[in-house]
């Protein structure tokens, strides 16, 4: 019994260490990139990608601001900038997908990339799949007429304290969540690894998981991601593909799939409360999700390893074949 804790207390030290050296620096930097006015360079940069799905240039703003910080702060913005507007649920809907499928990019494309993807490519696949997929939406909505009622916000946040200190303050407190969850997580994986229930999982998804070529030893990893989020499901990927437990490809197709599939639960709840409709921002985003990661797969089959490991993932110790 001392051993199972020892060895528990070890992956949960070796998780939240990986987590804390990408996460801390990144954030310092993001906050100084924000301090400097980075972010409205960046929506004005955006601008032009809003008029292509059907939304005011002032979005830009709150698309910036989740690329660069998280769909909270994003949020904020959106409820100080909506009242200008007079958007349909359908465009709400539109910008929300968006918000879901690319944010958070310089902590979670880091996340990625220590777990063996390369960044170009995982900052591709999410910028370009939010423009297609709040494009094809748009212009669905459009053509059947749907969704174009006024939009209602459930909710508003509170005034915030947005000076330096407050948001210190913040981010402690969400670094002290993340460790509390992961220990959780680990704890609650060792059990259910020890009571069989991982193993009736992975065979319960495997038919699905095999379709988009991520096999049994990524499974348990890719459900804590697709429900929890990237942060911890890519953490636990990148302890397991370093030990050489996951194949690259594995990874590559697990870390695709939680790009655009992560924290289905939670995130989707957020962007609900801007008054967004599930259709967009829950199911297309779901069958975008599979779909893509199933086309990626079969190109992964047909193409060399050494394209794989000169354009796709890069050759750490967490990108073992």
């Known amino acids: 019994m001392k051993q199972w804790f020892r060895e528990l207390l070890l992956e949960i030290y070796q998780v939240t260490s990986t987590l804390f050296k990408i996460m801390i620096p990144t954030l310092l930097l993001v906050k100084l990139l924000e301090e400097l006015g980075g972010v409205e360079v960046i929506a004005w940069l955006l601008g032009p990608v809003m008029t292509l799905v059907g939304l005011p240039e002032s979005m830009s ?13 994003g949020m904020v913005i959106f409820f100080n900038q909506a009242p200008l507007e007079q958007l349909t649920v359908a465009q709400v809907t539109v910008l929300g997908t968006m918000m879901l499928l690319a944010h958070t990019l310089p902590i979670e494309a880091r996340i990625a990339q220590k777990a063996g993807v390369r960044l170009a ?20 909505y459009a053509w059947g007429d749907w969704l174009q009622e006024p939009a209602r916000m459930v909710w508003q946040p509170a005034e915030t304290d947005t000076g330096l200190i407050a948001w210190a303050v913040s981010q402690l407190e969400s670094l002290g969540v993340i460790l509390v969850i992961i220990s959780l997580l680990l704890t609650s994986l060792k059990l259910l690894r020890l009571l069989g229930v991982e193993r009736l999982l992975q065979w319960l998804l495997q038919p699905l998981l095999r379709m ?10 890719t459900i804590v991601g697709f429900t929890l989020g990237i942060a911890f499901g890519g953490g636990l990927l990148i302890k397991e593909a370093r030990a050489g437990h996951v194949p690259y490809r594995d ?11 992560h924290s289905m639960i939670e995130d989707t709840l957020l962007i609900l409360l801007l008054g967004a409709d599930m259709s967009g921002i829950f199911w297309m985003r779901m069958i975008y999700g599979f779909a893509a990661v199933a086309l990626i797969s079969r190109l992964l089959a047909v193409s060399s390893e050494r394209f794989h490991r000169r354009y796709l993932v890069h050759s750490l110790e967490a990108a073992k074949p």
């Open 121 to 140: 490519v995982t900052l591709f696949i999410r910028l370009f799949s939010a423009v297609l997929l709040g494009y094809i939406l748009h212009h669905l």
């Open 212 to 221: 988009m070529g991520i096999g049994r030893a990524a499974t348990t990893i």
């Open 251 to 261: 990874v590559f197709s697990a870390m695709t799939l939680l790009a655009l599939c």
């Open 61 to 73: 703003l709150v698309w910036a601001t989740t690329l660069m910080t998280n769909i909270y702060t």
